[in-house]
């Protein structure tokens, strides 16, 4: 088990930038495949980016060439970059963990809010 706090959210206006941190406990980081959601009002949560533990990434199609999500594991902390942000992104924001490639996610941070002004 791991317990993840994001921060780095914020108010941006629409082409800005955030970046956004998930600070992980435990010993076993660098293990653990790592995940980017997000939860938009009256929506369900979605999957945005994932960080496997060779490094390996993937994006939903909607941040392809906006987002970049990158980790250290000396620092045991997960990034995600958010540049040319749209009212659309405007969601929380939660880091997610699991262990291996596939299953379900098994701990979760409490999020951070993300609002993008027009």
């Known amino acids: 088990q791991v317990q993840l706090v994001e921060s780095g959210g914020g108010l941006v206006q629409a082409g800005g930038s955030l970046r956004l941190s998930c600070a992980a406990s435990?010993?076993?980081?660098?293990?653990?495949?790592m995940g980017w959601f997000r939860q938009a009002p009256g929506k369900e949560r979605e999957f945005v980016a994932t960080i496997r533990a060779g490094g390996t990434t993937y994006y939903v199609d909607s941040v392809k060439g906006r987002f970049t999500i990158s980790r250290d594991n000396r620092k045991n902390t997960l990034y995600l970059q958010m540049n040319n942000l749209k009212p659309e992104d405007t969601a929380v924001y939660y880091c997610?963990?699991?262990?291996?490639?596939?299953?379900?996610?098994?701990?979760w941070g409490q999020g951070t809010q993300v609002t993008v002004s027009s």
């Open positions: 997610a963990a699991k262990m291996g490639v596939s299953g379900t996610w098994d701990d």
């Open positions: 435990g010993r076993a980081f660098s293990m653990y495949t």
